[in-house]
């Protein structure tokens, strides 16, 4: 355990030194309290506008960061930088523990950094933050798990760009509504089911969603994220390291 | 004694292509035993197999058949990970971290406490000289400052054996002799040491053992002294002494005139025994020496290449 936070925390060190991380989170803010000026437009429906973009932006934000593994572990396996780390007394299955905790944790970061800047928008605006919109935003944190998962997979074995794509190409068809989603055993066992936090019209027309169904989500998600690392571990144990 | 490395067959292929279907051999049965102890030098032309054999040995590649063995344990134990230090041929390292915090994340790996881990930090960073860019990050530093960095991280936990790719490449002359002193200690606290180097005349003088590696196939392991003590013999002979000169020339295996009007023969081992009954009736001025050939030499003639630019006898004198 002790490596695998050491590695983790290596992780977060990287990308709180990144600027664009910062400027993701600003950006996704103004881009969500930019929504309240649309009342007019929305027939007072300003504040469902928000909240709906509020979750898609802390998504793309959060996923954005997650998918940044997908780029970095390539490279790092590339340029060498994984191989001085695994010389050390690391097990590969603990480096890739330690990748997935930390970018994880930094993709639920900076989703949260979001969300709780919504919140503050949205009291400020309209004076409340009910609780289905709390509950929203937390099924929206619990999706960075499986979404790093996969993509640490795919960067575990195959190169920045093909990993990148393939994730990208995952998570699309994880929200798909379409055939895909009517395939019980595929989708939500080989592919991530992310409906399953996609509660968009809920939390902006004021649903009750309920924690049970928030901490089933979040069971499920880390149940998938260990199952996939479980499979990334196998195929980084066989693969040779520059 | 227990061996520090110990190769059994080693063989590995890589696949190229697009589909993987061509294979490159790297290494072929390479077997090699290191006993613990001393410097062994692995030397062996470009794409000779050297940093394949280490990453075998580092267990970051497996091997397509054989063992590779790490202080009497399959490479790649974890375990015995924790006794060895490793500098590999490019340093990379994660550039977002400073050199402090690079080495921190290194102890931590080893499992040393926070106390001990900074006390460790400081102390080899002191030895490669870095201590005062402690806290500059790594992806403003330039080769020689990398490559010191990486010295530091493999000699961090004081390892058992020391397996150094390349280790004087971007580093300028004081850093090269820090490098040698840092080497000296390391062997003088126990540790073995195997690295492999293009620069042979610092092999030369660092290594009691060498192993010389070409397409993948062992060439040549040993002891310098008995690897390069067999080499025949030189003889000067003074410009005066024509009648021995007429006696030698049909012999020798190289010959050349120096500017002083001198010859100098070389001789294999069949002709140094042919010389050795000349000998008695040699005149004085000639001078018989065994001829130790330079690693450079032996290097050349193991790996079947000739130094460009150069041939027999041009060397300082005229070929006879």
Known sequence: MHEIMAIASSVWRRYL?????????????????????????????????????????????????????????????????????????????????????????????????????????????????????????????????????????????????????????????????????????????????????????????????????????????????????????????????? | ????????????????????????????????????????GFLGPNGAGKTTTIRCLMGLVTPTAGEARVLDEPASSTRVKEQIGFLPDTPSFAGHLTANEFLLLCARLFKMGGATARQRVAEVLEEVDMAPHGHSRLDGFSRGMLQRIGIAQAILNRPRLLILDEPLLGLDPHGRDQFKQIIRRQQTAGATIFFCSHILSDVEKMCESVGILDHGELQAAGKLSEL??????????????????????????????????DYLFDFDEAGARRVAALTPGFPPGVHVRPHYESLEDFFFRMTGRGKTGESRGEAGGQAV
């Open chain 2, 228 to 261: 390069l003590d067999r080499n025949g013999q030189t003889v000067l002979v003074p410009a005066a002494c024509a009648a021995v000169v007429q006696e030698l020339l049909p012999l020798c295996t190289a010959s050349q005139r120096h500017a002083d009007g």
């Open chain 1, 17 to 242: 030194r990144l600027g664009v991380v910062y400027f993701l989170v600003i950006s996704a803010l103004i881009i969500i309290a930019a929504m309240n000026l649309y009342g007019t437009l929305t027939m007072g429906e300003e504040r469902a506008l928000m909240v709906d973009m509020s979750m898609f932006m802390t998504t793309l934000a959060g996923f954005l960061a997650a998918l940044t593994v997908a780029f970095d572990m390539p490279r790092e396996i590339r340029e060498g930088v994984a191989s001085t780390l695994l010389v050390k007394p690391l097990g590969r299955t603990q480096y890739l523990a330690g990748k997935l905790i930390g970018t994880a944790a930094v993709a639920i970061m900076v989703a949260a950094v979001v969300s709780v800047g919504f919140f503050v928008i949205l009291k400020l605006c309209h004076g409340t933050v009910p609780l289905e919109v709390v509950q929203s935003h937390a099924l929206i944190l619990a999706s960075m798990i499986p979404v790093t998962a996969v993509a640490l997979l795919f960067a575990s074995f195959l190169g920045e760009a093909v990993a990148a794509l393939l994730t990208l190409l995952v998570v699309w068809l994880g929200f798909s509504a379409g055939l895909v989603a009517k395939l019980p055993l595929f989708y939500g066992g080989v592919l991530p089911d992310l409906n399953l936090f996609n509660v968009r019209a809920e939390a902006a027309y004021g649903f009750a969603i309920g924690w049970g169904y928030v901490a089933t989500a979040l069971a499920w998600s880390v149940v998938y994220a260990i199952a996939i690392q479980a499979l990334a571990a196998m195929i980084f144990e066989c693969r040779d390291v520059k």
């Open chain 2, 1 to 40: 004694m227990a061996n520090a490395i110990e190769t059994i067959h080693l063989t590995k292929h890589y696949r190229g292509s697009f589909f993987r279907l061509k294979k490159t051999p790297a290494l072929k049965d390479l077997s090699l035993v290191i006993p613990e102890g001393g410097v062994f």
